[in-house]
């Protein structure tokens, strides 16, 4: 062991000096090199910080520089974030996207363009004027679409959701505004004044048989009983023809 190497190293080193800092890593760790002013420091890690990828090697493990425009990396070729102005597309990083897609500025990445979709048109509405269906002879129909896919920036815009057109129907006379109810209320009212009157006139019919159904009996019962008169042929004598 070299004098200036240290076998009793803190923070993960195997190996260190009091100058250049971790020399070797323990088992698992990885070797990374800090710049520390005019001097770099080797330092050992669980992980790889931002801008480096990590490679396992049979002797030692190391965090490798990823390249400049490149944010994060998995390998030097293959980046998985890229740095502020660079677009993100199948692992590399690009000003500009390729022909096809488009810069989204939210996850810096280039992706498909997205075209705007509809669906297909409602029914055409009944033909109204002002809002009614009635007292008019020409009026408007119309119909509508929901959007069921927002495009995206370079996307092709939406389509109009709604279209009216002139429509001809047989006029018809408006009813007016109550007036309906108030001629139910009419005919109600009167259905139950008729059905009230019958009711009296029924009551009275039945009071009328009940006062000379009593009357009779009453009569029946003040009137003396008529004694039968006797038979003449029963009181004649019988006339003598001897004579």
């Not at 000096?17 to 890593?25: M, R, V």
């Not at 109600?188 to 006139?201: C, L, P, V």
Request: aromatic share 6%; proline share 5%; glycine share 8%.
């Amino acid at each position: 062991v070299h004098p200036n190497v240290s076998q009793g190293c803190q923070g993960g080193c195997a190996t260190c000096s009091d100058y250049n800092g971790c020399l070797s890593c323990k088992p698992r760790l990885f070797f990374v090199l800090e710049r520390n002013g005019m001097k770099q420091i080797g330092v050992c890690l669980s992980s790889c910080p931002s801008g480096y990828y990590g490679t396992r090697y049979p002797d030692i493990n190391k965090c490798a520089k990823c390249k400049a425009d490149c944010d994060t990396c998995f390998t030097r070729n293959f980046c998985t974030k890229c740095k502020s102005g660079f677009y993100l597309y199948s692992g590399k990083c690009l000003e500009k996207c390729p022909d096809g897609l488009e810069a989204n500025n939210h996850t810096m990445e280039c992706t498909s363009i997205v075209h705007c979709e509809a669906s297909e048109w409602s029914p055409w509405s009944p033909c109204t004027k002002k809002g009614k269906t009635c007292g008019f002879k020409r009026g408007n129909e119309v119909r509508v679409r929901e959007i069921v896919q927002h495009p995206s920036a370079r996307g092709n815009p939406c389509p109009a959701t709604s279209e009216s057109r002139k429509c001809i129907v047989q006029r018809k006379r408006c009813q007016k505004e109550g007036k309906g109810k108030k001629s139910r209320e009419e005919k109600r009212k009167k259905s139950n004044k008729d059905e009230s009157k019958e009711t009296k006139q029924e009551s009275k019919g039945r009071a009328a048989r009940r006062q000379n159904r009593e009357q009779r009996e009453n009569n029946n019962k003040t009137q003396p009983k008529k004694r039968k008169a006797p038979n003449k042929e029963q009181n004649l004598a019988p006339i003598d023809t001897a004579h």
